[in-house]
């Protein structure tokens, strides 16, 4: 199947800061893609980018055949009902119930009928296994069953992309590999391309098709699940063994502490 979704040579920063440095990544429909890395390693940022909230210094995004960030606003609207996110914690409306907060994104893309969004509700709903819950509010829901409520809102309007910030973030072991499940099970069914931001590596791992790890702003290291639990790669081995010691730094890179202080010679 063709690559639908690249980043070619991508890089991003703020100010002087490098996040993403030269950062080439293809994408195809159905496949599930991990991305893991370190906090601050650049993984929710390439999302960010992908959706066109952040626009690159350099390098591009394609999106079936489109640069993202040519796009006017009316052309990054249309290219945004194509591509489904699911926030980190779900982010539903806390007024709205898990009904409402569904069949929002096919009320504000969509002219259907409200007797046609309703069934279409309840579809994806039960695809979540919370038809029954549709009408709790978000206070009413558990943690699980939010990130379940946000799930069957990213995939309302069937997009052919769907990415997720760590979905698995706070979820108790079994709600976890509910959602896991979930998302390998949907990309199928869909035929869609997935891509998952997490630091849950079981998880993660368990569904992937490929695995991108992030270090330092660059691809460390990316293939198969297989390929990268025996890889020997430094960077693999630290963030999947969880090592202190390795190329993947746990202070921020800073002036010597003592001349920070003023101790310096």
């Known amino acids: 199947m063709p690559e639908f979704l690249t980043l070619d040579k991508v890089r991003f920063g703020y100010g002087k800061r490098v996040i993403l440095h030269q950062i080439s990544m293809r994408f195809e429909r159905g496949k599930v893609y991990a991305l893991i890395g370190g906090s601050g390693s650049g993984k929710t940022t ?9 626009r690159p210094q350099r390098g591009a995004v394609a999106f079936d055949g489109e640069n993202v960030h040519r796009l006017d606003r009316d052309g990054l609207y249309r290219v945004r009902r194509r591509m489904g996110m699911l926030y980190q914690f779900g982010a539903l409306f806390t007024d709205l119930t898990a009904f409402e907060n569904v069949a929002f994104p ?32 978000t206070s009413e829901l558990s943690g699980g069953m939010a990130r379940r409520v946000a799930l069957a809102r990213a995939i309302a309007l069937d997009p052919p992309l769907i ?3 760590e979905p698995f973030a706070g979820l108790d072991p ?9 998302i390998r099970r949907l990309n199928d069914a869909l035929g869609c391309a997935s891509i998952v931001v997490s630091h849950d590596i079981k998880d993660a791992f368990a569904i992937a098709d490929h695995v991108f790890l992030l270090a330092a702003g660059r691809i460390a290291a990316h293939g198969p699940p297989d390929e990268m639990r025996a ?18 730094a746990f202070h ?14």
Do not use: C, W
């Open 46 to 54: 390439i999302l960010r980018l992908i959706g066109g909230q952040l």
């Open 106 to 137: 096919l009320r504000e893309h969509t002219d259907l009928s409200e007797t046609m969004i309703r069934d279409l509700v309840l579809m994806k709903l039960e695809a979540v296994g919370l038809r029954g819950a549709a009408h709790f509010r």
């Open 163 to 165: 990415m997720y910030d």
């Open 174 to 182: 079994v709600a976890l590999a509910t959602v896991a499940q979930l």
């Open 231 to 248: 890889s020997d790669d430094p960077n693999v081995r630290q963030f999947l063994d969880g090592d202190i010691d390795g190329p993947i």
């Open 252 to 265: 921020f890179q800073a002036r010597p502490f003592a001349e920070e202080l003023g101790l310096g010679a």
